[in-house]
């Protein structure tokens, strides 16, 4: 009875102060905490993911109690193709995702925490986009302390002090092209990112070749429109490729801002891809003899 009263009197307390303390709220609403062998893993959440987003990120906080290192070596999941540990970082003003070769190290007495715009794990291969309210099961497998479940809730991505809504979107815009393109043995890299209203476009290079993809967002929804080289950098040219004119200029200029502060033997990889290569309503098979076209 006691425990009813108290758990009645903190959901008013969280619900009356929601607008104030929806950081600590969502921090509420995140995994209890799972004890395997030395290892303690907080905090447990999925990002929701847009309707046609093939890949989504979770994170969570996992504490090391024990003597010796740890290292989360892989995870898996049903509900996705596979699962990857993911590092992003800012090289050049750019958000660069990469999977981390070997395994996270958890070092002993160390706490290392998965969150937005660093570690985190990613689902490649989603069928069905995560939505906010579900629970997404995965299993996490360490070194020592062995295989764990988890049940992480698909949470809406939060604060943090950064432009999210641009952040999600170069996510987005970054897991369409890997799902397409990447792969373990030629890993896609994918920089610049510039975006514009329902817009954007993406530098990539892959085996010493590369080029830029014009993308399209429809229903929410990225999808890459077509695959060319140095055509996207004119404003006339975007024009042509389906982008209204003042989309096209602001484009334009954003994409050789964000060139220029780039390694120049990267940009020069843009070049190289030659024509145009439309892509079909689904991203397109013909997209890959477009990417390896020399
Ligand atoms: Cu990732």
Known sequence: MRRHIL??????VL??????????RSEEMKSQPVTAGDLEI??????????GQPAGGGFFIVTNKGASADRLISG????????????MEIVNDVMVMRPVEGGLEIPAGATVELKPGGLHIMFMEVADPYQEGATVPVTLEFEKAGKVDLQLPVLKGQGGGMQHGALDDRGAIEAVLKAEWDRADAPLTIAPVVIEADSAIAGWSQEGRGGRA???RKHGHWAVHLCTGD???????????GVPAEV??????RLAEAEAKMDQTVVALFSTFEGTVMMDENGGHDAHSGHSTN
């Open 7 to 12: 758990q009645f009197a903190a959901a008013f």
């Open 15 to 24: 619900t009356a102060f929601s607008l104030v303390t929806g950081l600590a």
């Open 42 to 51: 907080t905090s447990g959440w999925v990002r929701a993911m847009l309707p």
């Open 76 to 87: 898996s999941t049903q509900t996705a193709g596979r699962v990857e540990i993911h590092t």
């Open 214 to 216: 014009l993308l399209a």
């Open 231 to 241: 055509a996207a950098k004119e404003a006339a040219n975007l024009e042509k490729m």
């Open 248 to 253: 096209a200029s602001t484009l334009a200029t």
